[in-house]
């Protein structure tokens, strides 16, 4: 069974910076399109960030110039670099497996598995 564990949330200023991690278990990520999506009250998830099996990366205008994606293969773990961040920043922070090699034209409901969530809290 796939396992997806977040973790990395927490409370900063604004400008700060955080990393979140996702560690699965059960397939590799290196195989598949992976992404971060973002929720908050009231509103529809949102794409963040994602990857695909092949290296190419997909990231929100939103987050552009201020958000990796990146996979370590190894540790099995997708990873999303948050620089910069701003109080809209504010979200449940999810990440996401897709059984597909490339994220292209995917959108979240074509994602499997899901993490429980970690919370990001910018404050300004």
């Known amino acids: 069974q796939v396992q997806l564990v977040e973790s990395g949330g927490g409370s900063v200023q604004a400008g700060g910076s955080l990393r979140l991690a996702c560690a699965a278990s059960g397939a590799p990520v290196s195989n598949y399109c992976m992404g971060w999506f973002r929720q908050v009250p009231t509103k529809e998830r949102e794409g963040v960030a994602s990857?695909?099996?092949?290296?190419?990366?997909y990231n929100a205008d939103s987050v552009k110039g201020r958000f990796t994606i990146s996979k370590d293969n190894a540790k099995n773990t997708l990873y999303l670099q948050m620089n910069s961040l701003k109080p809209e920043d504010t979200a449940m922070y999810y990440c996401?497996?897709?059984?597909?090699?490339?994220?292209?034209?995917?959108?979240?409901?074509?994602?499997?598995?899901w993490g429980q969530g970690t919370q990001v809290t910018v404050s300004s």
């Open positions: 996401a497996a897709d059984w597909h090699p490339y994220c292209s034209g995917r959108s979240a409901r074509d994602f499997a598995v």
């Open positions: 990857m695909g099996a092949y290296g190419f990366t």
